[in-house]
C-alpha cells in the first residue's frame, strides 16, 4: 500500500524559533498534498492544499506567513512553523494522493507532535 | 467543512458487530463517502469508501442508503485493537473535511 512518512514525530522547541515538518511519500508519487492540524481531543483541522511546484492554497484564518508550506518534489512536501509560540503546540499531520480523480482516497502520516516552550 | 455528523460516542461488546452511523444529507452526486479511523496520537487509517454502492474488504463493510443521505460502517467482529475514534468523510480528492467522528469503545 502506499506509505507517507512524517519527521520528526515529536519536537520540542523554544518559543521564537522556527521548526520544520517533513512529510514523504515513499512509493508514490504525490500529485497533492494536504497539512492538518489537531488539539486534544479535537478533530483534524484542515491547514493547506499543496501542488507541486505552485503555491499552496490555505484554509481560511490559516496565517500563510505563519505556516510555509512547500511542495518542491512529488514526493516531499514541508510545514514550517515559524516564530513558534506556545499556541502553535498540537499535533501536525500531512496527507497525500497519488492522483487526481475522485474515486482516490487520501494516505496519512503518522503525525508531529509540536511543543513549544 | 465538515458535512457529516455522527453520534460522538458508541459502545460495542468484543466479539460484536459494530455499527457506526453517519448522516451526510447534503452530500453532492460526485462526492464520495469515506471511512478513517483514528486511534490516539496517530495518523488516520484508510478504512473503505463508496460512492452509491455497498462495499466491503477485509476490515469493514459500508452500506450507503439509496438516496446517499446516510451511510454505515460495520466491523463485523470487534476487538479490542479497534477502539478508536471512527470519522465519515464527504468529499474527493480536492478537499478532506473531518467532522467530530465517533469514538468507538469496544468492551471486553
Known amino acids: 500500500g502506499a506509505v507517507v512518512s512524517q519527521h520528526p514525530s515529536r519536537v520540542i522547541c523554544k518559543s521564537g524559533t522556527s521548526v520544520k515538518i517533513e512529510c514523504r511519500s515513499l512509493d508514490f508519487q504525490a500529485t497533492t498534498m494536504f497539512w492538518y492540524r489537531q488539539f486534544p481531543k479535537q478533530s483534524l483541522m484542515l491547514m493547506a492544499t499543496s501542488n507541486e511546484g505552485s503555491k499552496a492554497t490555505y484554509e481560511q484564518g490559516v496565517e500563510k506567513d505563519k505556516f510555509l508550506i512547500n511542495h518542491a518534489s512529488l514526493t516531499l512536501s514541508t510545514l514550517t512553523v515559524t516564530s513558534a509560540h506556545p499556541e502553535d503546540s498540537s499535533f501536525y499531520i500531512c496527507?497525500?494522493?497519488?492522483?487526481?480523480?475522485?474515486?482516490?482516497?487520501?494516505?496519512f502520516g503518522s503525525g508531529t507532535q509540536l511543543s513549544v516552550l | 467543512d465538515a458535512k457529516t455528523t455522527q453520534p460522538p460516542s458508541m459502545d460495542c461488546a468484543e466479539g460484536r458487530a459494530a455499527n457506526l452511523p453517519c448522516n451526510h444529507s447534503?452530500?453532492?452526486?460526485?462526492?464520495?463517502v469515506y471511512w478513517y479511523r483514528q486511534i490516539h496520537s496517530q495518523g488516520p487509517q484508510y478504512i473503505i469508501h463508496g460512492l452509491k454502492n455497498n462495499e466491503t474488504n477485509e476490515m469493514a463493510s459500508l452500506i450507503i442508503t439509496e438516496d446517499r443521505k446516510s451511510s454505515t460502517l460495520i466491523l463485523p467482529h470487534a476487538t479490542l485493537r479497534d477502539t478508536a475514534v471512527y470519522y465519515c468523510i464527504v468529499g474527493n480528492f480536492n478537499k478532506f473535511y473531518f467532522g467530530s467522528g465517533t469514538k468507538l469503545n469496544v468492551k471486553p
Open positions: 496527507s497525500a494522493s497519488r492522483f487526481s480523480g475522485a474515486n482516490e482516497k487520501l494516505f
Open positions: 447534503t452530500i453532492s452526486g460526485n462526492e464520495y
